[in-house]
């Protein structure tokens, strides 16, 4: 009996930290568990990222409730882009499955190095923005961004919320947290149909996903409360620590 209940109750804690990180910077704690299923667990890329689907669903979606009611925005928008990041994460996982998991392993941790490098110069000397100079959303960069969130989700099953984060931050000067809160919105479907095409490929440990999103579910709604604790500057340099950190672990010899 306790050889069952310990790894449940280990997995357990590692999805509320992780759920509680995930809030706080809105990745639903999923960047960071992938290193650590490859790394400690002895997954390969595949089944690391299909398993931590598990938890990034529900942990996003969580997420994205608690975001939402500290900032308003424009729903019709946000269903659009969804349309198109849900039809990209369909594609795009499709491609991640049958790729070397080595070679997805590699692309995936340099794909964190190039946007931990962004948002650290992005953090030094950052100054909080007047949130009156943010740009409203253009419809025809709608799609663009949903089909960039979805290609990303598909692929490296955390990536749409990295690519738009910066995106909304940078191009329409729109503020860390209410960008985090917008970009969860983008993950949620393309992390349940990316979900859907891991398990069907058999890329999934059930045993595992379920106590980590379990543990991320009690605690993601407080990362989002501490989010809001922070400046501008703050959530994007630490932000950048944890690419730059998941980064190194993904280049170590599992």
Not at 114 to 122: D, E, M, S
Not at 186 to 214: F, K, Q
Not at 243 to 252: D, E, N, Q, S, W
Request: glycine letters at 12%; aromatic letters at 8%; one cysteine or more.
């Amino acid at each position: 009996m306790h050889t069952i209940l310990i790894p449940i109750l280990i997995n357990l804690g590692l999805g509320a930290l992780l759920g509680l990180a995930g809030g706080m910077l809105g990745i639903g704690g999923g960047l960071i568990a992938i290193p650590l299923l490859g790394y400690f667990y002895g997954m390969d890329q595949h089944l690391a990222q299909g398993t931590a689907l598990v938890m990034i669903a529900p942990n996003v979606l969580i997420g994205f409730v608690r975001y939402r009611q500290r900032h308003h925005f424009e729903l019709r928008g946000v269903v659009l882009m969804c349309v198109f990041s849900t039809l990209a994460a369909w594609l795009a996982a499709h491609l991640a499955t049958g790729m070397d998991s080595h070679h997805l392993r590699l692309a995936f941790a340099a794909f964190l190095v190039v946007l931990a490098v962004y948002f650290g110069l992005r953090s030094r000397g950052a100054t909080a923005a007047s949130h009156s100079q943010a740009s409203p959303l253009p419809p025809a960069a709608l799609p663009l961004l949903g089909l960039a969130s979805g290609a990303m989700s598909g692929i490296f099953t955390v990536g749409g919320g990295l690519v738009v984060v910066p995106a909304l931050v940078n191009l329409f000067k729109m503020a860390q947290a209410r960008a985090q809160g917008i970009a969860l919105a983008l993950v949620v479907p393309g992390a349940l149909v990316a979900l859907g095409t891991y398990a069907r490929a058999g890329n999934v440990s059930w045993s595992t996903g379920l106590p980590l999103a379990a543990g991320g579910v009690l605690t993601v709604s407080s990362g989002v409360a501490l989010a809001h604790r922070f400046s501008e500057a703050a959530l994007r340099f630490m932000f950048s620590l944890v690419l730059l950190g998941t980064a190194v672990l993904m280049f170590l010899p599992a």
